[in-house]
């Protein structure tokens, strides 16, 4: 984590954020089972950089998380208890008031539930809110089109293209495509995630939102 000087407690620890229809809170090597039966779509993890983040949740994938220095968190839907997916806040800098936000898949029953909306709803209050950054950086891949709609759909503005940025676990080379959200936009993203949710928790799942 790059602090650029001393770190204070919020920006050190995982947080545990809790809403209405989903508990995000931080993962341990007990989740391992409710993570491997949340992956229920070969697909998830397609668009995933190649290594063993792009591979069915294991053991293994589960340590390797907890031991490479981002905040991961596990998702648990609220009505059932069941681990639903994943996300993690990572490239910290305190010092310049920045996050990356990713790694991040939902079991295929949720992907457009209010689940996925209030999800994104508490990190990002939690990021500007909690930590006071200015600035949320989300990277997907260029052939992932439903995270990319689900991207911008929540007011993520699109910065640029990172070319032949990473290998893909097929072998090809992905380009990465990088969006944010700062702080000057938090109030105006916030109220279209509030609506999102209002909306889905009333009408059912929509068609959007993956994995990055």
Same mark, same amino acid.
């Given at each position: 984590?790059?602090? %650029? ?5 919020h ?16 993962? $341990?090597?007990?989740?391992v ?11 998830t993890?397609?668009?995933?950089? /190649? ?21 991961t968190?596990?998702? !648990?839907?609220?009505?059932? %208890? @069941?681990?639903?997916? $994943?996300?993690?806040?990572y ?5 310049? %008031?920045?996050?990356?936000?990713? /790694? ?5 029953? !949720? =992907?457009?539930?209010?689940i996925?909306?209030e ?8 990021v ?8 949320? @950086?989300l990277n ?21 293209? #990172? ?15 990088v /969006?944010?959200?700062?702080?000057? @936009?938090? $109030?105006r !993203?916030?109220? %279209? #995630?509030?609506?999102?949710?209002? =909306?889905?928790?009333?009408?059912g799942p929509?068609?959007?939102? #993956?994995?990055?």
């Open positions: 984590m790059d602090s %650029g000087g001393i770190v204070t407690d920006w050190r620890k995982p947080p545990t954020l809790r809403g209405e229809f989903v508990l995000l809170r931080p993962t $341990t090597p007990a989740d089972d409710g993570l491997a039966r949340a992956h229920d779509d070969p697909e993890l397609r668009f995933f950089p /190649y290594g063993i983040e792009s591979e069915p949740p294991s053991v293994a994938s589960v340590d390797h998380a907890l031991r490479s220095g981002r905040q968190l596990t998702q !648990v839907d609220v009505a059932s %208890g @069941e681990i639903v997916g $994943t996300t993690s806040i490239n910290m800098s305190e010092l310049h %008031g920045r996050v990356t936000v990713g /790694y991040t898949w939902l079991a295929s029953r !949720v =992907r457009g539930t209010a996925n909306a999800s994104k709803l508490l990190v990002l209050e939690h500007f809110g909690t930590l006071g950054a200015r600035r949320v @950086e997907v891949d260029d052939q992932n089109v439903r995270s990319r709609a689900a991207v911008t759909a929540i007011g993520a503005t699109e910065e640029g293209a #990172l070319r032949r940025h990473a290998r893909r676990r097929d072998g090809t080379v992905r380009t990465t495509i /969006y944010s959200v700062t702080d000057e @936009e938090w $109030t !993203v916030r109220d %279209g #995630l509030l609506d999102r949710i209002s =909306r889905r928790s009333a009408n929509a068609a959007d939102g #993956l994995a990055r």
